[in-house]
């Protein structure tokens, strides 16, 4: 028995999803971009802007996951409610 057709495609490796996108973004704020991060090509400073989103995303659930605990825990007085 040919075991031709039976072979399953592979899936592809576990890796970041790159796709080419067509944007309008503002030069000004990618050139900004890139003298923060200190790169060459404007689309490692946007790949490096998204992730410091996600990390500023991260941290900000932290501080809140660390507030309410200080909170339940009486040593927090909110003046702003």
């Known amino acids: 028995m040919s075991k031709v057709g039976l072979r399953r495609r592979q899936k592809p ?3 970041d999803h790159i796709r080419r ?5 503002d030069q000004s704020k990618i050139d ?3 003298r923060i991060f200190q790169v060459s090509t404007e689309t490692e400073a ?3 802007a ?3 989103v996600v990390d500023l995303e991260g941290f900000r659930r932290e501080l809140d996951k660390g507030f309410d605990t200080l909170i ?10």
Do not use: E
């Open 50 to 52: 998204l992730d410091a």
């Open 13 to 15: 490796a576990k890796r």
């Open 32 to 34: 900004r971009a890139r």
């Open 72 to 81: 339940g825990a009486g040593g927090f007085t909110d003046r702003f409610l």
């Open 21 to 25: 996108k067509n944007l309008l973004l």
């Open 46 to 48: 946007i790949h490096r």
